[in-house]
């Protein structure tokens, strides 16, 4: 069985993902090609997923160590 490669966040159904739809200026809103202004997280029956769209999570730094932490 293969691993996904989509955080489970990400694999709901947004208009942010969307293919229909485009940030709007603000940022705040998606204007859609189908239904029109909508909110970033909402969705509807056209909802086709576009893999461009998605943001990757962010890689977790490697924290800070002293110099004592690498001495035996």
Known sequence: MRKSVLNKKETAPACRICSHGILSADGESVLC???????????????????????????????????????L
Request: with cysteine.
């Open 33 to 71: 090609v189908k239904t029109g202004i909508r909110q970033l997280d909402s969705s509807c029956r056209s909802f086709k997923y576009d893999p461009l769209k998605r943001v990757p999570m962010r890689k977790r730094g490697m924290g800070e160590f002293t110099k004592e932490d690498f001495e």
